[in-house]
């Protein structure tokens, strides 16, 4: 079970970090992503992190600005999200697969999603 937090109102530039708790003794086995959603608009990838956190991916949209991490210690990933942007408003959904990937479908696991609104 996955459990997103940190999503909420932010001005433009502004910052925010989200959080996924994983619930299990597995969790440092399985690569993590996050993804989002914006209104009328398709599930984006936009980070991911494998197993052992030595591995990140991020869309071409938000490198340089979002830093995934993990503390397996703990059972939890991280979004830290700086310089944001209006286009950055979406729901955001932390996932856990198999093996690092890109495609939703590759993730086995999704959390409930947590709402990021950025205003100009």
């Known amino acids: 079970q996955l459990q997103a937090s940190g999503g909420g109102l932010v001005q433009v530039g502004g910052s925010l970090r989200l959080s996924c708790a994983a619930s299990?003794?597995?969790?440092?086995?399985?690569?993590m992503g996050w993804f989002r959603q914006a209104p009328g608009k398709d599930y984006e990838s936009v980070a991911g992190?494998?197993?052992?956190?030595?591995?990140?991916s991020y869309a071409d949209s938000v490198k340089g600005r979002f830093t995934i991490s993990r503390d397996n210690a703990k059972n939890t990933v991280y979004l830290q999200m700086n310089s944001l942007k209006p286009e950055d408003t979406a729901v955001y959904y932390c996932a856990a697969a198999k093996v690092l990937g890109r495609l939703q479908y590759e993730y086995d696991y999704w959390g409930q999603g947590t709402q990021v609104t950025v205003s100009s």
């Open positions: 299990g003794r597995t969790f440092s086995s399985y690569a």
């Open positions: 992190i494998s197993a052992s956190g030595g591995v990140t």
